[in-house]
C-alpha cells in the first residue's frame, strides 16, 4: 500500500523554525521527484519546494527562498522541508507528493498544520 505520512508541523512564533519529515512506504522514492506543496485557508494549493530524484536538482518558490531547504534520504525513504525564518503567511497546510510522470505516479500525503502565530 503507498502512503506518504507527514509529520513534524505545530505552532510556531514567527522567526522560528520547523523541520517537517514525510515518510514514505509501498514504494521507493529514489524514482521519483519529491514536493512540499501547502494550502492556505481560502488560497489554492501552491508548490513550495521541489527536488528531483537523486537529489540533484531543487526548486522553490520566491516567497520562500532563503528561509526553506528541501532535503531527501532514498536509503530512509525519507523527505525533508526545513523551515527557518517562518512569517505568518507561511500558515498552512504541508503537503507531501510524489510524482513519477513516465508512469503517472502522483502520490499525496495528508497533510500536516503549521501554524506560525505569536
Known amino acids: 500500500q503507498v502512503q506518504l505520512v507527514e509529520s513534524g508541523g505545530g505552532l510556531v512564533q514567527p522567526g522560528g523554525s520547523l523541520r517537517l519529515s514525510c515518510a514514505a512506504s509501498?514504494?521507493?522514492?529514489?524514482?521519483?521527484?519529491m514536493n512540499w506543496y501547502r494550502q492556505a485557508p481560502g488560497k489554492e494549493r501552491e508548490l513550495v519546494a521541489a527536488?528531483?530524484?537523486?537529489?540533484?536538482?531543487?526548486n522553490y518558490a520566491d516567497s520562500v527562498k532563503g528561509r526553506f531547504t528541501i532535503s531527501r534520504d532514498n536509503a530512509k525513504n525519507m523527505v525533508y522541508l526545513q523551515m527557518n525564518s517562518l512569517k505568518p503567511e507561511d500558515t498552512a497546510v504541508y503537503y507531501c507528493?510524489?510524482?513519477?510522470?513516465?508512469?503517472?505516479?502522483?502520490?499525496w500525503g495528508q497533510g500536516t498544520q503549521v501554524t506560525v502565530s505569536s
Open positions: 509501498g514504494f521507493t522514492i529514489s524514482n521519483y521527484a
Open positions: 507528493n510524489a510524482i513519477r510522470r513516465y508512469y503517472n505516479h502522483d502520490y
Open positions: 527536488i528531483t530524484a537523486i537529489g540533484i536538482n531543487t
